[in-house]
């Protein structure tokens, strides 16, 4: 799963929609549609977006075997 269907999927999930999370962020359905296909978003937008949703960005050490 990419994040675009990630993101997609967080929404869903509370009954929103990518272009109801876009708007609550205060950006542009079809430019937040063309940053996920250029992969050019930005560690701001994806912050944005989460916190439309209720998450935040957090990191995770990757345990090495």
Avoid at 28 to 55: A, C, M, P, Q
């Amino acid at each position: 799963m990419n994040l675009k269907e990630q993101i997609k999927a967080l929404a869903s999930e509370q009954g929103y929609t990518l272009k109801d999370v876009a708007e609550a962020a205060h950006m542009s359905y079809n430019g937040l549609h063309n940053k996920f296909n250029r992969g050019s978003i930005t560690v701001r937008d994806l912050e944005s977006l989460l916190n439309v949703l209720g998450y935040t960005l957090t990191f995770k050490k990757i345990e090495k075997p």
